[in-house]
Structure formats: C-alpha cells, structure tokens
C-alpha cells in the first residue's frame, strides 16, 4: 500500500535571472512500513522535496497525498494540523526543547494535540533506544547521539503517518550515527513506521530498502 504519492511536484524559489528551480517535474511514491533513502548532491531539491511530503511548504504545481490527505489543497490552518497528526520530524540539529526534560520533550507532540500518551508504547520505546536513565534529563546534558535518540521518540510518539529525516545522523560521529541508524531501522521495524531519509551517507542508504536518487530537481534513479 502506498501512503504517500508525489505528482508531477515543481517548486521555484525567487523570480527572474535570481530564480532558482529545485524541483522539476517530481513523481514518486512511498509504500508504507518501508525505509526510503533520498540522496543526491548539495543543492539538488532533497530538502525541498522533504519539506512538500510533510506540508512545511506549498509546490507551485503538482500534488503530495499523504495517508489520503491532499497536502496541496490544505490552507495553513489544516496544514498545522496535517503536520502535527501525519508526520514526524527529524533534523540535523535535534530540535529539541532546551528547557523541557527528555520525557516532556518525547511527549511534547502529544500535549501540542492535547493527545492522550500511549503508556504501553511510550514505556516500550524508551527502552528500544536506551533512555530509561535520561528522563528527567536536559538535552544539553546528553550526547548528539542521546539528544538524537530522544528526536526519533518524539517523532514516533505519536505514531505518525511518515516520519521524515532531514540529515538525522549528520552531525554525529559515525559510530554513534550508525548505532542511532541501527535504533531508528529497529524502531520503524518494530512500529511498521514509514521512514524517508535524507543522506549523503552511501553506508547509511544501503540500510534503506529502497533508495531514490535526485539530480537538479528530477529523479534520477530509484532502486528497491
Ligand atoms: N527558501 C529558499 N529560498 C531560496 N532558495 C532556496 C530556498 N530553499 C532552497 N533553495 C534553493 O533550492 C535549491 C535546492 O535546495 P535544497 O535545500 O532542497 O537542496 P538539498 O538537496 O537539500 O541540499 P543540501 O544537501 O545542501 O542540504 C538550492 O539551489 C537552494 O539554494
Ligand atoms: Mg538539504
């Protein structure tokens, strides 16, 4: 089954001699419960693709369906709602709350909605990626990977639609990007998660099950 499904997607950013086209004509769907790597040189569309699949912003032509959500026709009213009910971030940079503790920043999602916590789940998902110790903990106070590994539970908290990973290991030493790799596969193993990751990590992408390469706004090869 696919949950998500591209058409046709363009984007230019600024006008005349300045524009710059970063998409250009995109088709690409996603099959749920499947890890999906997205790489391609600096410059070439990943992160404006990335940002159109969880609706942080509008294509100038084209369609993104998300779980049988018209991404595209929503204003940005809906689109906030969209995000915080379908989708699951992951950047570079954590993102975390400084002033929250691990728990409240895992479990901020969920008070954004004013969501119930999912006790069973939320218990079982701290232990998958080693957090039992780190609850009442600030994020400065945990490693990159630790900090890392408590974005990928508040991503998944919710259990969102798709989860999309700008770059998630990139400023992370490489063992402990790989061990948070291992973690967040298991993890969208274990909770037949969709996962769609940005890398320019070839060890990383060959994790994925599938991998889609983007060249000047186009795709240009697709493998799985
Ligand atoms: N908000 C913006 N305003 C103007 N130009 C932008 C904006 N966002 C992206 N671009 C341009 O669009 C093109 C694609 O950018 P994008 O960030 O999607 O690339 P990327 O593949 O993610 O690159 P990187 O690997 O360096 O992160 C680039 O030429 C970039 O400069
Ligand atoms: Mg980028």
Redesign the pocket.
């Known amino acids: 089954m696919d949950i998500l499904t591209i058409h046709n997607l363009h984007k230019t ?2 006008k005349g001699e300045n524009s ?1 086209k ?1 998409l250009n004509g995109i088709d690409l769907t996603i099959e749920k419960g499947k890890f999906t790597a997205i790489i ?1 040189a ?8 990335l940002h159109m699949m969880g609706g942080l912003d509008t294509p100038d032509e084209g369609e993104v369906i998300v779980d049988g959500v018209n991404v595209s026709g929503l204003r940005e009213k809906e689109l906030a709602v969209f995000r915080r009910n379908k989708v699951g971030f992951i950047y570079q940079n954590f993102n975390l709350v400084p002033t929250l503790t691990v728990k409240e920043n895992i479990l901020f999602p969920l008070s954004l909605a004013g969501s119930a916590v999912d006790q069973e789940f939320l218990k079982e998902m701290i232990e998958v990626l080693h957090l039992e110790e780190r609850l009442h903990s600030y994020p400065h106070e945990l490693s990159g990977g630790g900090q890392q590994r408590v974005a990928i539970a508040r991503a998944l908290i919710a259990k969102p639609a798709i989860v999309l990973a700008d770059e998630p290991t990139g400023n992370l030493d490489s063992r402990s990007g790989q061990n948070v790799l291992g973690l967040m596969k298991l993890s969208v193993e274990t909770y037949h998660q969709t996962l769609v990751m ?1 890398t ?1 990590n070839l060890e990383i992408a060959q994790m994925a099950d599938r991998v889609v390469r ?1 060249e000047d706004g186009s795709i240009r090869a697709q493998g799985g």
Do not use: D, R, W
């Open positions: 950013f600024g710059v970063a391609g600096s410059g070439s569309g990943k992160t404006t693709l940005i320019h983007i």
